[in-house]
């Protein structure tokens, strides 16, 4: 916000986009429904679009949307990823909390502990994704699950840029 | 919720505080519908249909552009070393002659020992013939997405299968799109046998995209590199003397395989009946996991 304020680029008569409150949900939306693209992988390592750009605006801002958005934001995901239903709505809410809970502890925040945040967020959801599966049976060794994590992990600050960018365009900046 | 205190008006506190009650009932509900899920998957095929419904056609249509990115590449690397490829195969064009004269001759004696035993013969039918166009590739199941739907006949249980082999089962069917199991999937458990000397073996996905092959009897392991894995029809769901799958490598007590049906590149996905109608009606019978 300061920065933003001191840039001197800023030009009169711009202002937020009529719909800026609904763009981050949308975003996340459209990352959600990237799980509906033509790539057929037989190795489940593509990062779970959803929830990294869940995360970025989440840790961007703390109020990208009203906090039980998370909800149906997750039903959606569940939907179009083929989740077992309420894993992401549950995981969602659950994230929202625990984010919350951290803003009020810590200090301060820069770039390296957000992305360690958002690792350790992503592992977590890793980690259940294979617990679930392992409980109807349908599990890999754990061992498998270290490429997907990497990768995800490694691509977070890309998300994190793009959602920074988005949220440039709809307030207008 | 960002703030401990939003200040001293009870409004701004009051709205923090069913702000957290909304997220905490969103994940109660979320626990509460996946232990639904995970419990009893069948209540909410019709939504995960519906969602099918949605993205099935979208992924059908982006599908068709890039298999035509991937035919212009491989179609110009077919020209390269061409004179080499032609003799190749004319080669293994006259050995394969000579085994289809074998094999017909085998067929008609077949048929004829069948009449003489007078075993009814299972008519092989189609329900509807689709295209792979999306996988599950963010998630540690390994499901794939099928261009056809209920509307052309598909329901949940049916076997899919491609010319080369067994793909899987369907397991959520919308009206225009449904989600298939994939014979890699770790819950999906195929009755098989070899190919080679007809040794009942017991084939599970690993996750990866290869399955894994172990002998019904604890002993000697049966299986050599190259070893064909083809379907029992044990259990009525998948029809018998489908391939399954080619063994890569040994392990301690069985094998590692590859399917032969590579989903990535198999142009049509053939859905048929189950083999004994039974077997779709009762899902335990597939000797696999529920599978949500």
Not at chain 1, 34 to 50: E, K, N, R, T, V
Not at chain 2, 129 to 140: A, D, K, L, Q, W
Not at chain 2, 247 to 253: E, I, N, S, T
Request: with cysteine.
């Amino acid at each position: 916000m300061v920065r933003a304020a001191l840039t001197p680029t800023r030009r009169i008569g711009k202002a937020p986009w009529r719909y800026a409150r609904y763009v981050p949900a949308a975003t996340v939306i459209a990352a959600s429904l990237l799980a509906s693209l033509p790539i057929i992988s037989m190795s489940g390592w593509y990062p779970d679009f959803g929830y990294l750009v869940f995360v970025g605006w989440r840790l961007l801002r703390a109020d990208p949307w009203p906090a039980w958005w998370a909800a149906p934001l997750g039903f959606v995901n569940d939907l179009f990823t083929g989740y077992p239903l309420g894993f992401s709505i549950a995981l969602w809410s659950a994230t929202m909390l625990v984010l919350d809970l951290i803003d009020r502890r810590t200090m301060w925040r820069d770039y390296r502990t957000e992305w360690v945040l958002a690792g350790v967020l992503i592992a977590i959801d890793e980690w259940l994704q294979w617990r679930i599966a392992d409980l109807v049976g349908g599990a890999p060794p754990f061992s498998q699950m270290a490429p997907p994590v990497i990768i995800s992990v490694c691509v977070f600050p890309l998300f994190a840029w793009m959602v920074s960018r988005i949220d440039a365009w709809r307030l207008g900046r | 919720m960002a703030t401990a205190r939003p200040g001293w008006s009870r409004r701004a506190q009051y709205g923090l505080f069913f702000s957290l009650i909304a997220v905490i009932a969103g994940i109660i509900v979320g626990l509460i519908l996946l232990t639904m899920s995970l419990v009893a998957p069948h209540q909410f095929q019709r939504v995960r249909g519906a969602a099918l419904d949605v993205t099935g056609p979208v992924a059908g249509a982006l599908h068709e552009v890039s298999a035509t990115a991937e035919g212009l590449f491989t179609g110009a690397g077919n020209y390269w070393d061409a004179a080499n490829q032609n003799a190749g195969l004319k080669r293994e064009r006259q050995a394969m002659l000579r085994r289809m004269v074998e094999a017909k001759a085998i067929f008609q004696e077949n048929r004829q020992l069948k009449a003489v035993l007078q075993l009814r013969e299972h008519e092989r039918s189609t329900i509807a013939v689709g295209r792979i166009v999306g996988s599950s590739f963010n998630s540690p199941r390994r499901f794939a997405i099928l261009s056809v739907g209920a509307n052309d006949g598909v329901k949940i249980g049916m076997p899919v299968r491609s010319p080369d082999g067994l793909i899987g089962r369907i397991i959520d069917a919308g009206a225009l799109a449904s989600r298939v199991l994939l014979v890699s999937d770790h819950a999906n458990i195929v009755p098989a046998r070899l190919l080679r000397n007809g040794i009942p073996v017991i084939a599970q996905g690993r996750g990866d995209g290869t399955v894994d092959v172990r002998p019904l009897e604890v002993g000697r392991n049966p299986f050599k590199r190259g070893d064909i894995i083809i379907t029992s029809g044990t259990g009525g769901l998948y029809p018998p003397l489908v391939a399954i799958a080619r063994v890569v490598k040994l392990d301690d007590d069985g094998a590692v395989a590859l399917p032969l049906a590579d989903p990535a590149t198999t142009s049509f996905a053939i859905v048929e009946p189950p083999f004994e109608p039974a077997a779709a009606a009762s899902p335990g019978a597939s000797s696999s996991a529920e599978v949500p």
